[in-house]
């Protein structure tokens, strides 16, 4: 199976910085790589897929980047409803496998 | 409109078996494929289970393999989890997830998701 490792593990963010997130698969998964984001009690939400691509409804302030085995997530200037848990997760074959997560809080 | 709805969750003691169900509306089986996802308490996001859309293919994560069977009613748009040998380390919110379509796996519809607890 494919390995996905996230970094960091938590990242302390002011509201209206800048943030970036990181995600690396053990093997090339090509440019099928989705991030969702989750917040406490709730389900996740789709932010991204195919790597760089917004989900419906999701501000351009979330933009994604990467291919083969480094991706990206960068928010450009956090709002307070940003912060949560954000997940990769690779669908280039099966099994499917998600990366550890990175939890982004208020400094 | 796209709705996904799992129930079934409930408390089993360890060798238990339990089935869960995905009831789904909005889009048909064979257009898309559609897996469980589970979370553990505190933990993270670990996908368990696939059916695919066009055919009768499933697929499993190691960590499940031989205890949990995925299998799907067409008519009555739901999908099921049957749980056996359960232990402590399947305690989870137990999600059900839409993928886009058949081979694009990356989930834009997920259910509330239902709870899984298994202790004695």
């Known amino acids: 199976e494919i390995v996905m490792t996230q970094s960091p593990a938590t990242l302390s963010v002011s509201p209206g910085e800048g943030a970036t997130l990181s995600c690396r698969a053990s093997?090339?998964?090509?440019?099928?790589l989705a991030w969702y984001q989750q917040k406490p009690g709730q389900a996740p939400r789709l932010l991204i897929y195919?790597?760089?691509t917004r989900a419906t409804g999701i501000p351009a302030r979330f933009s994604g980047s990467g291919s083969g085995t480094e991706f990206t997530l960068t928010i450009s200037s956090l709002q307070s409803e940003d912060f949560g848990f954000y997940y990769c997760?690779?669908?280039?074959?099966?099994?499917?496998?998600f990366g550890g997560g990175t939890k982004v809080e208020i400094k | 409109e796209v709705q996904v709805l799992e129930s079934g969750g409930d408390l089993v003691e360890p060798g238990g078996s339990l089935r869960l169900s995905c009831a789904v509306s909005?889009?048909?089986?064979?257009?898309?494929?559609v897996s469980w996802v589970r979370q553990a308490p505190g933990k993270g996001l670990e996908w368990v289970s696939g059916?695919?859309?066009?055919?009768?293919?499933?697929y499993y994560a190691d960590s499940v393999k031989g205890r949990f069977t995925v299998s799907r009613d067409n008519s009555k748009n739901t999908l099921y989890l049957q749980m056996n040998s359960l232990r402590a380390e399947d305690t989870a919110v137990y999600y059900c997830?839409?993928?886009?379509?058949?081979?694009?796996?990356?989930?834009?519809?997920w259910g509330q998701g239902t709870l899984v607890t298994v202790s004695s």
């Open positions: 997830a839409k993928g886009y379509r058949t081979g694009w796996n990356y989930f834009d519809f």
């Open positions: 909005g889009f048909t089986f064979d257009t898309c494929d």
């Open positions: 059916f695919r859309g066009n055919g009768d293919k499933t």
């Open positions: 093997q090339t998964v090509s440019s099928d």
């Open positions: 195919g790597a760089s």
């Open positions: 997760q690779h669908y280039n074959k099966w099994p499917l496998t």
